[in-house]
Every structure is written in C-alpha cells, then in structure tokens.
C-alpha cells in the first residue's frame, strides 16, 4: 500500500512523485516509456518553469548541459521588443500562488525532454520514490466508486496490481486515467495551431527568437546537442495543405515569417533529425479531481503549444498538488479540503483569462492595426515590455496588463509611431494577402 | 543520425496507417506505425503503436483507434462546428478595437459595428436597453430587440430611492414652476440661480468644507478639477481603479502620471519620495475615490492625507458612491474616518444618491474655486445645471441630513446584507464591503455576457460590467441597491441571479470558477 501512485512520469508527474516524495510520503510513480526518451514538445521552459527546477535543486543539472539566456526576442509583422521577464513579477507570481517566492531565476532555456524528463526521473528516485519504468496501467482498480490503485503490465509483462491511498493522473493530453473515469471535457476551444519543428545545427543566433507574420509564426531556439530547434506554426485550418510537402513547406513558412531566418537555417543549417508536427492542440479542462484521483500537467489542462507554457504549468500543477495532498495525508486536512485549495487555484479567474489569451492567439488571426499598435506603443518602454512578456508567459495576470487605464497610459507614452514601421503602410491590403493560405 | 533524418513524418505515417486501415491491410498498418516517432508515441499513448497488427477480428476496438488516429489528424474545429456570431460575440472584447486601421474616420469604425451587431444578434448587448417606467425598485425595460422584460431592478442607481420622494418631485415642480426647465447660461454668465448658491452652501456644510463649485455632471467635475490645477510639469498619482473622469483628466493634464496599485498607500508614499528625491518644485496631485465603484472598497484616507502633506502633494478624493448612501448623517467615507473637513479637495457626483444630473468640486480654499471655475473647461464652458436639477439634489441634501436620512439608509443596509448574505450562502462572491454597490464576481466575460442574457428574461435587472471598466478576465455584475428594495426581493433576485450563473456554466460547459488566483 503506498499513499501515491503516480501514472505518468514526466513534467507533472516525476515532479510530484519528487515532491511527495520528498516529504517523506510512500510513492510509485510509473510510466509507459522508457528513459531517456523524447515526448512531443518544443520544451521552452520560461523563467518560472527555470525557478521551479532551481527550488527543487535541479537547475544546475539542466544548466550543465543546456544554453540558458535572459532574455527573448519577439518579432511581430517586423516590430521587435525584447526584453525578459522581471524578478520582483515572479517573486510575485510564487508568492501568490505558493505562498514562498526561494530560488527565483530569471533565466529561460529550451531543454530536450530527453534531457529533462530524465533528470525528473533520476530525482525522483533519488528522493525516494519507487520508479518503474516501461510500465503501462492497463486498469484502474475501483471499489463503492472510489479509486484505490492500478493494475499494469511491467516491462516483462507480468501483470501486477498497487494500492494507494490516492491515485494522481500525471498522463498527458490523451490521459489514460481521465478515459477510464470518463471524464468530460470543459473550455473547449478547437481552433488551435499545426506546429512543425527540427533540430539543426551549423549556427548559434543566441537568445530564443519568435517571429510572427500574418497568420505564421515561427520559433529558433538554442537547445542541447549544440542544435537548435526550429519550429514553424500557423492555423489548423491550413494544416492539410501545409502537409502535402512537409519540408518544403516548413521552409516556406521560415521565409515568409522572417526571410533572415529562412537564409541562416537555407544556407548554414544542417537538420540532424526528421521534421516532427501536429496539429492535435486543441484546449480542453478536465475535472480536477474525484474520489480516490486528481490530475495534473497536460491530462487537467491541455492548451496550444503557442505561447510554450505546458511544461512549465505541470511544474506548478505538481507544487500545487504536492503540497494539497501532503497536508492532507499527514493528517492536517480532509482530503476535500486539500482538493478545494488546489481547485480553487486551478480554476481561478487568472487562470480563466489566461486560457483565453491562449486560445485566442491560437487561432492565429492576423494581428489587428490596434495589436500592432500596442507593440510598436511598447518599443522604448523596456519597463511595460518586460511586464508584457511577463504576461504573455503567465507569470503576471492578464487583467493586470490589459487593463483600460495602463493600456491608455502606454499609448500616451509611445516614443514611435507607426509612421516608423513598414506594416502599416498599406495596412489593409496586407491584412487582407495575409488571409490566403501560402501553402494553397 | 543519417537514418532518423531519412524517416517519415510522424503525420504522413499516420496517413498511411488510416488508408490501411481502410483497406483492413493490418500488415501494412503495424509495419507503418513501428516507424512512428518516439515523440509521438510517447505522447499519443492513447493509441496501441505496437498492437495494430492484433486489432484484426475487433472491430469496436478497430473503430476506435481509426476515429482517435483521426481526430490526432483533422483540425479539431472542423468536429465541433460553432455558431459564428455567438463565438464572435462572446471571444472579443471591446478594447480590440480601440485602434482601428486607415485613415477615414467615419469608414474605420465599421469593424466595431460588426461586432456590436454580432452582440446584438445573440442578445450579449446591454448597452441600448430603455426604461419604460420610473426605474423602481422594480423596473420595465426594453433591450435592442425590441424585447420586453420587467424585474428587480439593480440596474439603476437611486441609492435612496428618491425619484419616487414626494417631496423630491415636489422641489422639482416648484422650481420647473419658479424658473422653467432651462438654466439658459454657464454659471459664469447668469446661469445659476439663488437655489445655486443654497446648494453650493449645503452641500459645504454636507462635507464641511466652504467652498463648493457646480459641475453639470459629475463627470465634468472629475476631469474639471484635475485639468483646471494640474498643469504638463506636475505630477499626478492615481489609483489604477479611480474612475474614467479622473483618469481622462489626468492624461489631459500632464504625461507624469503614475498608476498606482488599487489603495496601496504605502506605494503612494513610495512614489510621492520618488518624486520629490528629483523634483521639489512641481506639483503633485494624488488622486483616488471614495467608494469605489467596481471593487465596493475604500482606502485610508487618513494616512492617505497624512503622507500627501508630508510630501507637498495635494489630495483629491471623489466621493460620488458613497457621500449621502453611507457614513454618519450620510456624510460618506470622509464622515466614516472623521475627515469631514480636512480633505484637501472633495469631489462628487449626484447621479447616484442625489437624484439628478451633477457634480461638485469642494475645499476650504477661496482661491482655489475660482481657479478652477476659470481654469477647469466643464465649468465655465458648458451650460449650468437646471433649476429643476439644483432644487432637486437641495432638497435631497436635506433629506439626507435628516432623520428621514438615517431611516433610508438604516432601510437600504438592511437591503444590502439581505442581498450579500443570499449571494454569498450560495458560494458566490461578493467583492468589497457592505455599500451600496454589491460586485458580485463571475471573472470570465463569456460566462458573464450568457448569464447576463438569461437574467433578463428571469426577472432580475442586472448590469454586467466588464472590459474596459474592469480588468480583463474579472467581469462582474455590479448591483445597486436602492432603499426601497425588500430584504425578500433581494434574496429572491439572489436565488435567480444564482441560477442563471450556473446554467450559463452548464451552456458553455465551463468549469472556470472566480477565486482571483
Ligand atoms: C507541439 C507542442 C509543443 C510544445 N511546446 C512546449 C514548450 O515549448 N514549452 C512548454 O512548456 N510546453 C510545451 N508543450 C506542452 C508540453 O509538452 C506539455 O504540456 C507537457 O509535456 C505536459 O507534461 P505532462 O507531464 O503533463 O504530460 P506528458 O509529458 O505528456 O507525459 C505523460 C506521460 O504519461 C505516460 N503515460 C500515459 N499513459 C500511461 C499509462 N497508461 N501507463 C503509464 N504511463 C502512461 C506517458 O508515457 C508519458 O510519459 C508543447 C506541446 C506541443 C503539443
Ligand atoms: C466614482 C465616480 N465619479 C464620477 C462619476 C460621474 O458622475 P456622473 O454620472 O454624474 O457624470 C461616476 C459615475 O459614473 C462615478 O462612479
């Protein structure tokens, strides 16, 4: 009998088996892969995702191995901001939502999950959790409608059972877990983004750079393996045409974004892997929890990889939860309490809003002349760019940027106008050639 | 690394798979899939990548994987069609078009429309509904539809119920009769009457400062003041939630204006010393409400005063909600925290206790009012309040100062507690603190525009506000209680407003709640 069983071993669910763990509490946490392995990602991690690591001791083994910046770049329709996201918002944003704002990082890196998921799982175990791995859940074990354990086939195929006091759903998007309890979905919202992405090498453009035009964005960031990975993404609805020639789209999409881009990846990048993509991206929330089960990372709250946060969202799931259900099993707590406190901050109004902003940028409609107004508003105003990206990232709520009276404030104090940027010459004309699918 | 780049795209795989599929070539179907990235096997555990080949013979099993494969392969929106106005109406918000593109004014606010119209259709529009009957406790209205709907009405703002006070409409008929409906003038040139003066000295004697200025609206007074005093080299704080006549005003006057967080006083301290450490020659204006009108709240006016001294800086404090509705003798916030009378300047608003159109500005200062009658362009260039209006807010400053007074605002409490208590043992949340404003928070502003329609048709009369009043994301209804409501009728209008919040859950099947974090 264990107090947890985790199913899932990756952001969501080796941190909190770590966590857990290292309270002092009896976990087994397993997982259907093998390690090190990859899942589909384009694993940015924002300053928060790095805070995490770096509360939980792990940062340094991530910095040993991968290229860390401060700062990042944002292109949209050829209006740069860069910027980086200021400690006193995440020493806020951790003292909100935790309640303790130690081991605050500034810093964002781009970590293969080959890389990363290995370091969770290695800590994990090292913490005191019982790992196994290539161990798939094939049945949850129910008695008088409460969930008690698991039933799974380990890596010799034997069939075993475990008990445990609570069962947390750490699976993914397609959670076994939530299927098998039927859960429904909540928040929709379908139209999301097609992402394609690789790995190159044969250059190193420093910070992580985001471009956007129209209705394609594309991404290059430095990660492990002295590569980097590229991605390009645009609207699902133009996905089928995209996928009639992968590579020769994907450079399509580069050129177009940012023509710069396209020429270094053209001209001095090697593509040391296959192209990976998909447009399964669409949002949806899942109930939280339930008798004898809770769910964390992408299996509660699966969102659009557009403004690259997931992984980042099962590190908080995983304090969140971790420090609900400790209270909880040392006896400090009902177990309905825990959940409340957990529930309340996962579908608190910030969180609300913020699952808008995402979906609403998935959709990736042209940016409006008012959009880009705003940015070209936010060149010169460092201080209002940096609590931008900050909100963008979900480190600072989306009502306390878009708010009436800071937005009038920012136009007020503009240094450019759009006077100084191409895209507003012929502003309508552009944003209607932006409307046709490139890949038609 | 040759061999990993020479394979396939995990979606041109699956593409495969699917036609195989098709064909019930399972030979086919398990050799593709072993091709499948580690990526997206990983991911996609859902699917059995290495058991294709023994899904031959079942069939239920067969179908699913096949519509799961499907679903990882069709753009989501194509399953789950929308109805295109409705999530139009319900995904924007009315700052995304504060910029329109080109350069014809009159052609570039028709994206605008669209969405309006869009808003219309699907009855999320509360912005052209009309009265058709005094706005009551009860009240009939008609929206944009030409729909009818009548119900408790928390839609007005009559703190003490005085439109329907006889001797309210009574003052009103005598001076209609006394002086005609029209002030014909600005008060600087023969506008105001001998009633004018009256109310100028009541209301003086209302918040114990001396002198009192008329503003044709509250609005006026707000942006009057601050524009009349502050001047493009001073500096202005404002609390990030002061209302639009004071942040409007502010970006008139001067570029040096800080946001301060919503009450904190020790941040208006902070950036008072900022300030001063560079420059000890301009002046600066701190400016902040009462009651606030969307958060139900109110700041330390005291220490707020105290620090504005220490720094030469001068405070401003707007008391449209709350002077007459609350505080000792309907003397208001400033009358709670024992400041009547040593507020630097005090400003108000009639529109919401008084019972008519109007504002005012207040200070114990001579010069000062008639700086601001010259140099606040509402004042001097707009046409004075009526006679009619002027004896109206003279008589209800009377009536306030009564014990008439205390009686309407023992009665309006009552109304408010029955109110917030119904809400809140329903696990709702009611912002701020017992006033009569009663934000009742719902966050998302899809959920508050669906609730809002079925409200209507439900017998409760309801404002909505959202972006730009509130932040984005913390939408909220904003219920005004009036003196006249019953404890009864606002538990009921509790009951149904309740209902209408989770049905509209159910319809967008959402499970956003409002705790703010
Ligand atoms: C294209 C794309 C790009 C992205 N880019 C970013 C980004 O840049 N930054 C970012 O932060 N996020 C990104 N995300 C999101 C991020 O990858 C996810 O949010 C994150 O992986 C979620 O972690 P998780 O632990 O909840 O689930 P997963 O990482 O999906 O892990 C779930 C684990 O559960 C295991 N499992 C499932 N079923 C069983 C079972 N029955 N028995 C045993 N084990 C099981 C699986 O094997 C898997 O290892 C991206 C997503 C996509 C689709
Ligand atoms: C705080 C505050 N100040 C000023 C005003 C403006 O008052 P009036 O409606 O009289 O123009 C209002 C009302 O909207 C208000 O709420």
Redesign the interface.
């Given at each position: 009998m264990y107090d947890a069983i985790v199913v899932g071993a990756r952001c969501a669910g080796a941190s909190t088996a770590l966590l857990l763990a290292r309270r002092g509490h009896r976990v087994l946490v397993v997982d259907?892969?093998s390690f090190p392995?990859?899942?589909?990602?384009t694993h940015f991690l924002w300053p928060h995702g790095m805070s995490y690591l770096n509360r939980w001791g792990l940062l340094e083994q991530v910095l040993a191995v991968t290229p860390a910046h401060t700062t990042v770049e944002v292109v949209n329709d050829g209006i740069s901001l860069t910027g980086s996201v200021p400690i006193e918002l995440l020493r806020e944003y951790f003292r909100?939502?935790h309640g303790d704002d130690s081991g605050v990082v500034q810093s964002c890196a781009s970590v293969r999950r080959r890389v990363l998921d290995e370091i969770l799982v290695g800590a994990a175990a090292k913490a005191g959790a019982e790992v196994r791995t290539s161990f798939t859940v094939r049945e949850l074990i129910v008695e008088d409608g409460q969930v008690v354990g698991i039933r799974g086939r380990t890596v010799d195929g034997e069939l075993v059972e475990e008990r445990a006091r609570i069962v947390v759903g750490a699976?993914?998007?397609?959670s076994?877990v939530a299927?098998t309890l039927a859960l429904?979905?909540?928040?929709?919202r379908?139209?999301?983004t097609?992402a394609?992405w690789s790995y190159w090498s044969g250059f190193d453009l420093g910070p992580a750079q985001l471009h956007r035009r129209g209705r394609l964005a594309c991404a290059v960031v430095p990660t492990n393996f002295d590569q980097n990975m590229v991605l390009v993404w645009g609207p699902?609805?133009w996905?089928?045409e995209f996928?009639h020639d992968?590579p020769g789209n994907y450079q399509k999409a580069l050129d177009f974004v940012s023509p710069e881009l396209g020429e270094v990846v053209r001209t001095r990048g090697t593509?040391?892997?296959?192209?990976?993509?998909?447009?399964?991206q669409?949002a949806f929330?899942?109930?939280?929890h339930g008798p004898g089960w809770v769910l964390v990372g992408d299996a509660e709250s699966a969102k659009d990889q557009c403004t690259a946060i997931g992984m980042t969202h099962a590190f908080r799931d995983a304090e969140l939860v971790s420090a609900a259900l400790d209270r909880w099993l040392r006896g400090d707590t009902s177990i309905d309490e825990a959940m409340t406190v957990y529930?309340?901050?996962r579908?608190?109004?910030?969180?609300?809003?913020?699952?808008?902003y995402v979906c609403?940028l998935a959709e990736m409609r042209p940016y409006?002349?008012?959009e880009l107004?705003?940015f070209v508003a936010l060149r010169g105003n460092q201080q209002e760019t940096d609590r931008f990206i900050a909100t963008h990232a979900d480190v600072a709520?989306?009502?306390?940027f878009?708010?009436?009276?800071?937005?009038?404030?920012l136009n007020?104090?503009a240094k450019e106008s759009s006077a100084d940027h191409a895209v507003f010459e012929d502003?309508?004309e552009t944003?209607r050639s932006y409307q046709q699918n490139l890949f038609a | 690394?040759t061999t990993?780049?020479?394979?396939?795209?995990?979606?041109?795989l699956i593409?495969i798979i699917l036609d195989a599929a098709h064909r019930g070539d399972f030979e086919t179907m398990a050799r593709t899939a072993s091709e499948v990235?580690?990526?997206?096997r990983?991911?996609?555990?859902?699917i059995p990548w290495d058991d294709l080949a023994s899904l031959e013979g079942a069939d239920d099993e067969l179908a699913r994987v096949v519509a799961d494969l499907t679903?990882?392969?069709e753009?989501?929106?194509l399953?789950?069609p929308?109805d295109p106005d409705e999530e139009y109406a319900l995904?924007k918000n009315a700052?995304?078009?504060?910029?329109?593109?080109?350069r014809n004014l009159l052609t570039r606010t028709e994206d605008f429309y669209g969405w309006v119209q869009a808003r219309r259709r699907t009855e999320t529009w509360q912005y052209s509904r009309v009265l058709e009957a005094a706005p009551d406790s009860v009240a009939q209205i008609t929206n944009d539809l030409g729909r009818r709907a009548r119900g408790i009405n928390f839609n007005s703002q009559d703190y003490l119920s005085f439109n329907t006070h006889p001797a309210i409409r009574e003052a009103a008929a005598k001076a209609m009769h006394d002086y005609g409906p029209h002030s014909a003038g600005s008060p600087m040139v023969l506008g105001n009457t001998r009633i004018s003066d009256d109310l100028e000295a009541a209301l003086g004697d209302l918040v114990g400062l001396d002198h009192v200025t008329l503003f044709p609206t509250g609005w006026a007074a707000g942006f009057g003041a601050v524009v009349g005093l502050v001047r493009q080299s001073d500096h202005i704080l404002?609390d990030?939630l002061a209302h639009s006549c004071l942040?409007q005003g502010a970006?008139a006057a001067t570029?040096n204006?800080v946001?301060y967080e919503h009450l904190n006083v020790e941040a208006v301290r902070r950036h008072l010393a900022e300030i001063r450490a560079t420059d000890t020659r301009n002046g600066i204006l701190v400016v902040t409400d009462g009651l606030f009108s969307v958060d139900a709240d109110w700041p330390d006016l005291v220490t707020l005063q105290r620090v504005c001294r220490e720094h030469d800086a001068t405070l401003l404090v707007d008391v449209a909600h709350d002077l007459g509705s609350m505080g000792p003798g309907g003397t208001g916030v400033l009358g709670m925290q024992n400041l009547l009378g040593s507020v630097d300047i005090v400003m108000g608003a009639f529109s919401k206790t008084f019972c008519s159109n109007g504002g005012f500005v207040a200070s114990n200062s001579p010069a000062l009012k008639q700086y601001v009658k010259m140099f606040g362009g509402s004042h001097f260039f707009s046409n004075a309040l009526s006679p009619v209006q002027t004896a109206v807010v003279r008589e209800a400053t009377r009536i306030i100062r009564s014990d008439e007074g205390d009686a309407l605002r023992a009665r309006l409490f009552t109304a408010i507690h029955a109110l917030r208590d119904e809400l809140t043992g329903r696990g709702l949340t009611c912002m701020g603190e017992p006033s009569p404003i009663v934000p009742l928070?719902i966050?998302?502003?899809?959920l508050a525009r669906t609730a809002n329609r079925l409200l209507f048709d439900r017998g409760v009369l309801a404002f909505m506000v959202e972006?730009?009043?509130?932040?984005?994301?913390?939408s909220r209804f904003r219920l005004q209680v009036q003196a006249g409501h019953r404890p009864e009728e606002a538990r009921e209008a509790a009951r149904i407003i309740e209902g209408a919040i989770a049905d509209s859950r159910a319809y967008?099947?959402?499970?956003?709640?409002?705790?703010?974090?």
């Open positions: 259907r892969s392995s990859d899942v589909i990602s909100d939502l699976d993914g998007r397609n076994f299927r429904p979905k909540y928040d929709e379908p139209r999301c097609f394609y699902s609805e996905s089928r996928r992968v593509r040391e892997e296959r192209i990976y993509g998909t447009l399964d669409s929330l899942r109930p939280l529930g309340d901050r579908r608190s109004q910030n969180a609300a809003a913020y699952h808008d609403t409006r002349h008012d107004q705003l709520p989306v009502s306390e878009f708010q009436a009276s800071n937005l009038f404030l007020d104090a502003f309508a944003s | 690394m990993e780049l020479d394979q396939r795209e995990d979606g041109e593409g990235s580690e990526m997206t990983n991911w996609a555990t859902h679903e990882m392969w753009p989501a929106h399953r789950n929308v995904d700052y995304d078009f504060y910029r329109p593109a080109g404002i990030r942040q970006r570029r204006v946001r928070l966050g998302n502003e899809k972006f730009p009043v509130t932040p984005t994301g913390s967008l099947s959402s499970a956003f709640g409002s705790a703010p974090r």
